[in-house]
């Protein structure tokens, strides 16, 4: 092949491949947390454990969170296997049949451990207001999404202590005179329960609820 039609052949090459490369990075999957994906972990394990994939503590709310987030939402572990006590670590480790066959960060399986990682990760999560546990709006939290986080503080003296997930809105079918936003939660487990869990919670009056929005970019 002549020299020139050489150059102009590996020319048209190099620009195809730029083009195709371009084309791959233009069009490939967003890496982003997957509040939908979340939800749809949440719905399947709210009544049940992923075990032995996962422990089951005996406060297992933000254990139950937390998978649905790292294995539904695809939110990454953040300083893995390391500083377990720290604000920005979030991960767990290992598979069995008992608890000891595990390890994890505070902020994986403790109510308040969780919330101070999402603040303290970047990006993390964003607060979104609070609301008393005697709230019975119909769409509140308006600005909370499937995949979201909501907190408790049952206003004991104990901070915040519970989490659940939001998932949907709608009728809760173990209390079908509530309808609205519903969750997902571990210990007590329930399916898609009223968002601020009046029905249940014997201490409503003194509850705060702190909703958090799980950054998408995560």
Partial sequence: MPTSRVRRHLASTLTFALTVSTLCLATGPAVAYDGAGAAK???TYAIQNNTPAYPVFGGDC???VSQAAHIGGKYPFRNAYTNASSDKS???KGAGTHN???TWANAWAAADGYYRFL???NPGGHPAGTAPGSSTDYWTPDKVTAGDVLFYDWGQGEGVSHASMQVGHGVDPSSPG???NYVDQHTTNRYHAFWSLKPYNAAWATTTIYFMD???AN
Avoid: E, L, R, S
């Fill in 41 to 43: 972990y949440a719905d």
């Fill in 62 to 64: 933000t254990n139950f």
């Fill in 90 to 92: 979030w991960w767990i």
């Fill in 100 to 102: 000891d066959d595990f």
């Fill in 119 to 121: 603040i303290a990760d």
């Fill in 178 to 180: 509530w309808k609205g």
């Fill in 214 to 216: 799980i950054d998408a």
